[in-house]
């Protein structure tokens, strides 16, 4: 029996070897079963018929009945348009055409009955509809009830293929194959009460009501979710019963003596609770593969120093990466100054390091002198031996490749454990699916005495007033952020610019002294002068988003970030992040446009409500969905995830967690005849995907 997935689409009816083609390149849609899972991405009721004198500018897309009265064409060459003027014996209303226009003038013809289905916009007090649907006229008057709406490209828009089209091919596509096997055991299908694979595909494309379509998209995106975390959690599976790693079977004088006698403040119960999983992943035999998230300033810092330490007391070397040479460095003079009084050496490793004190490094290294090495990407060069490396702290670990993380594995013949860090909050779901098969640690407290920043939305015309502020914490001998989303004018985008910025701050403030720096700055130039800040010669730092991750200047209490309307909610937490990290009163000023759309001006307001890191990780997931959060992803987890959506479906992404995480346990081979279609499917979903287990 024919089934979807061995169906090419070029022989549904309709298709044909070019359109095909086109499918394949833009949406890759090759087979009946790939057209078959491209879902609409929203519906609209086609049920009603309106009149034209009842339509309205708040209305989404109507459906209108009656003829065309007239044909014109208007304009020249590119600017061309055919503009027909539709009547429903009442009123009228003009639709227009800006493609295709030869092809639609000999398709469609005056006096004939038509059914227009579109978004209605009035323009010089006049009703038109751009590229409306248009039934033919065999089917004009018939209800059609929910109506889905296809993902398009503008390439496929421009070569005539519209969503009405897909929606036929499907149908076609639906005849032509009509058993479509099941995917999920028949135990889950009963337990949960879900619809078999081929009612959902059916009902997805034609709902015949909303309950029945809510029931068909429910499976769909359980499935969807249960593979993924079934592929995740058979990897971590796999890894944690074949990779060994070192037992850390004693603490001793390293992590005793810090402990008691060295702490700079008492650790809070959050950065307890993670030394104590940790110490527990250390001595347990297999290897850690752990991810450590905490907000700015939760202290991340010194719970990798504590791990580190458990390295030190059982003789094995430690390495922290980090993605830049500044946070390297930072890295370094902070954990030099901890760990010095203890015996411990501390060296930095990055790509300015001297080909003299390299080779230096490199003998150390070698014979187990060096314990703690910082560095950046230089670490992972195959010149790079440790004598016996333990454990690696990869900091800010969303901004190296999965490769690049991997050739750390290298570094050692028995995997060393791998802590890895990142002051982003991630959201739990997508904690979940994207770093499924680490372990999570939380630091959800900040230490005694931290301030939480004060956050303020300002307009443009209200920037005297900021600049006031500002002369005010100058003067008090504090420090301050200007960040700008452009480096240079761009004459197409009213956005303010480093360059101009620059230029105006040092006008504003003659009296301080203004630094700047900017990503295309080159290395030496961009560490002379966030030099210059760090070590208060600079009162002013200008910059773009560079310094969004690793500059810590506790003297700096304002952070102005101009154009805030066009950061995103992570992004601008992170900004925030720079400040308060002192014991003085700290501020954020959000600059924008007082016209700015209402979801931007609700999006800047949660900035000024909320300090909480998760929160607004949470509500930045669900206004911008996941993205792709990293360049090759944890395990080969994929995001073109067809119907779910990670932000929303928070309780099928953990419900889907559950059911993987039980069938594995009752079956970890998944050779149970109940279980027969399991493998086959995981295999065809994931057969082409970099196998990524063994890389943290």
């Not at 034209?52 to 044909?71: D, H, N, Y």
């Amino acid at each position: 029996m024919r089934t979807p997935r061995d169906f090419d689409i070029k022989f549904i009816k309709g298709i044909g070897p070019a359109k095909a083609k086109l499918l394949e390149e833009e949406l890759k849609i090759k087979s009946c079963h790939d057209l078959l899972h491209h879902f609409p991405s929203h519906y609209l009721d086609r049920s009603q018929i309106y009149s034209l004198r009842s339509l309205s500018g708040e209305m989404p897309a109507v459906q209108v009945k009656g003829s065309f009265i007239t044909f014109t064409t208007q304009g020249e060459g590119a600017k061309m348009r055919l503009v027909g003027l539709f009547s429903d014996g009442r009123a009228t209303i003009e639709v227009v055409w800006f493609r295709r226009i030869k092809a639609l003038k000999d398709l469609y013809r005056t006096g004939q009955e038509y059914i227009l289905f579109g978004k209605p916009q009035e323009f010089n007090g006049r009703w038109s509809m751009v590229h409306p649907e248009v039934d033919p006229p065999e089917t004009a008057g018939a209800a059609q009830g929910l109506r889905g709406v296809y993902p398009l490209t503008e390439k496929l828009r421009n070569r005539g293929i519209s969503s009405r089209n897909i929606f036929t091919w499907v149908q076609n596509a639906l005849a032509a194959t009509p058993h479509i096997p099941e995917t999920l055991p028949a135990h889950l299908l009963e337990r949960y009460n879900l619809m078999g694979a081929g009612e959902a595909i059916r009902t997805v494309h034609n709902p015949r009501s909303t309950a029945a379509l809510q029931r068909a998209r429910e499976r769909l995106k359980f499935e969807e979710l249960f593979y993924l975390q079934l592929n995740i959690q058979r990897y971590s599976n796999r890894r944690t019963a074949a990779v060994q790693g070192f037992r850390f079977s004693r603490i001793g004088r390293f992590f005793n003596n810090f402990y008691s006698q060295m702490l700079p403040f008492p650790l809070t119960e959050a950065q307890k609770r993670v030394l104590r999983e940790i110490r527990a992943d250390v001595g347990s035999g297999r290897q850690m593969n752990r991810l450590l998230q905490g907000d700015v300033g939760s202290g991340k810092t010194i719970v990798a120093l504590m791990a580190m330490l458990m390295a030190l007391d059982n003789d094995k070397q430690a390495c922290l990466m980090a993605p830049t040479e500044i946070l390297a460095t930072q890295h370094y003079e902070s954990l030099r100054s901890l760990a010095a009084p203890l015996g411990i050496n501390v060296r930095l490793l990055t790509g300015s390091t001297r080909k003299k004190e390299r080779a230096e490094l490199h003998e150390m290294l070698a014979d187990g002198s060096l314990h703690i090495m910082i560095g950046t990407h230089a670490l992972i060069e195959d010149d790079v031996r440790f004598s016996n490396l333990g454990l690696v702290v990869i900091d800010e670990q969303h901004r190296f490749g999965v490769m690049q993380r991997a050739r750390l594995w290298s570094k050692n013949t028995v995997a060393p454990h791998v802590l890895v860090m990142t002051a982003t909050p991630i959201p739990r779901t997508l904690a979940m699916t994207v770093y499924g098969d680490l372990d999570v640690s939380v630091i959800d407290e900040l230490p005694p005495g931290r301030k939480p920043v004060t956050t303020l939305l300002k307009f443009d015309d209200q920037r005297m007033q900021v600049y006031r502020s500002i002369g005010r914490q100058l003067a008090q001998g504090r420090q301050v952020y200007i960040v700008y989303p452009l480096i240079q004018e761009n004459e197409k985008l009213d956005l303010k610019s480093l360059e101009e910025g620059y230029d105006v701050i040092r006008e504003t403030f003659p009296s301080y002294r203004t630094a700047f720096v900017h990503g295309k700055m080159k290395p030496s130039e961009k560490d002379h002068q966030m030099h210059l800040f760090a070590t208060h010669q600079a009162d002013i730092l200008v910059a773009t988003t560079v310094i969004e991750v690793g500059v810590n200047v506790p003297n700096a209490s304002t952070m102005v970030i101009e154009n805030a309307e066009r950061f995103g909610l992570s992004q601008l937490h992170q900004l925030r992040g720079r400040v308060g990290r002192g014991a003085a009163q700290s501020f954020c000023v959000l600059m924008s446009k007082r016209k700015i759309a209402a979801d931007t001006r609700k999006r800047l307001e949660l900035m000024t409500s909320t300090t909480d890191g998760f929160l607004i990780a949470e509500a930045d997931l669900k206004m911008r969905g996941p993205g792709d959060l990293e360049g090759t992803l944890q395990s080969g987890i994929p995001f073109d995830l067809h119907i779910a959506n990670i932000a929303t479906d928070g309780q099928l992404v953990q419900l889907a967690r559950d059911c993987a995480s039980s069938i594995l346990d009752a079956d970890p081979a998944l050779s149970h005849p109940s279980h027969a279609m399991l493998l086959p499917e995981l295999q065809r979903l994931y057969a082409r995907r970099l196998d990524l287990s063994r890389i943290s």
